[in-house]
């Protein structure tokens, strides 16, 4: 059973440059049903919930330790907000809240990025607080933004690289269809401090789509 591509709701728009690159991630809203994906924004800093869950995530130990969060605080999370807005403006990355379609709760973060814009080559990454561990949300998520970048912004290899000692990215990555291909010497200092060994997976925009339908 192949999984259903995600209906594409169209998000506020925001006018880019003239002759923007052929490469590019524009802000994009994907339903995935009980999830909806939508790029992050400034007014996620206003009071409320999604700001005090960016708060409680910068303090969160696995997030700190694999995928540290300058988000510690209402100010600094008004500033990575911002580079994340500034990211879709320039469209060369495509950072998704993962909020739950039902009451809006914050689930995680999908984050899709050129490291080589003309070449069609780009990274990918991913993160959750505990309300959006062991429900298989993180990975639909990813498997979705996947094939968007694939399917309109003519990717052709999107890569993945977490530590070795993350076991739970590994899996993740392996169940999105990202192929192991090597590991990474002393390639990242992480939020201890130490220079982890990573893992590298990728997918080609030719590898077969795998199967992430929930169950």
Same mark, same amino acid.
Request: hydrophobic share 45%.
């Given at each position: 059973?192949?999984?259903?591509?995600?209906?594409?709701?169209?998000?506020?728009?925001?006018?880019?440059?003239?002759?923007?690159?052929?490469?590019?991630?524009?802000?994009?809203?994907?339903?995935?049903?009980?999830?909806?994906?939508?790029?992050?924004?400034?007014?996620?800093?206003?009071?409320?919930?999604? /700001?005090?869950?960016?708060?409680? *995530?910068?303090?969160?130990?696995? &997030?700190?330790? @694999?995928? !540290?969060? %300058?988000? $510690?605080?209402?100010?600094?999370?008004?500033?990575?907000?911002?580079?994340?807005?500034?990211?879709?403006?320039?469209?060369?990355?495509?950072?998704?809240?993962?909020?739950?379609?039902?009451?809006?709760?914050?689930?995680?973060?999908?984050? /899709?990025?050129?490291?080589?814009? *003309?070449?069609?080559?780009?990274? &990918?990454?991913? @993160?959750? !607080?505990? %309300?959006? $561990?062991?429900?298989?949300?993180?990975?639909?998520?990813?498997?979705?933004?996947?094939?968007?970048?694939?399917?309109?912004?003519?990717?052709?290899?999107?890569?993945?690289?977490?530590?070795?000692?993350?076991?739970?990215?590994?899996?993740?990555?392996?169940?999105?269809?990202?192929?192991?291909?090597?590991?990474?010497?002393?390639?990242?200092?992480?939020?201890?401090?130490?220079?982890?060994?990573?893992?590298?997976?990728?997918?080609?925009?030719?590898?077969?789509?795998?199967?992430?339908?929930?169950?």
């Amino acid at each position: 059973m192949s999984t259903p591509v995600p209906a594409l709701v169209p998000a506020p728009v925001h006018a880019g440059p003239d002759g923007a690159e052929p490469r590019t991630f524009r802000r994009t809203t994907l339903d995935l049903g009980d999830v909806v994906l939508r790029p992050w924004e400034r007014a996620d800093a206003e009071p409320g919930p999604i /700001l005090d869950s960016l708060v409680a *995530a910068a303090a969160d130990p696995l &997030i700190a330790l @694999w995928n !540290p969060l %300058a988000t $510690r605080d209402p100010a600094a999370a008004l500033a990575w907000l911002e580079a994340r807005e500034e990211s879709w403006d320039k469209g060369t990355a495509a950072p998704f809240a993962v909020l739950d379609a039902a009451d809006g709760a914050l689930l995680g973060c999908v984050n /899709l990025r050129w490291t080589d814009r *003309a070449d069609g080559l780009a990274m &990918i990454g991913y @993160w959750a !607080p505990p %309300a959006g $561990r062991g429900r298989g949300v993180i990975g639909r998520a990813t498997g979705a933004v996947t094939a968007w970048g694939f399917r309109t912004a003519d990717a052709r290899r999107i890569e993945v690289a977490h530590a070795v000692g993350n076991e739970a990215s590994c899996r993740l990555a392996l169940k999105c269809g990202y192929l192991p291909e090597g590991t990474l010497r002393a390639s990242f200092r992480f939020g201890d401090g130490t220079y982890h060994d990573e893992h590298l997976h990728a997918r080609l925009a030719t590898d077969p789509e795998p199967d992430l339908a929930p169950r």
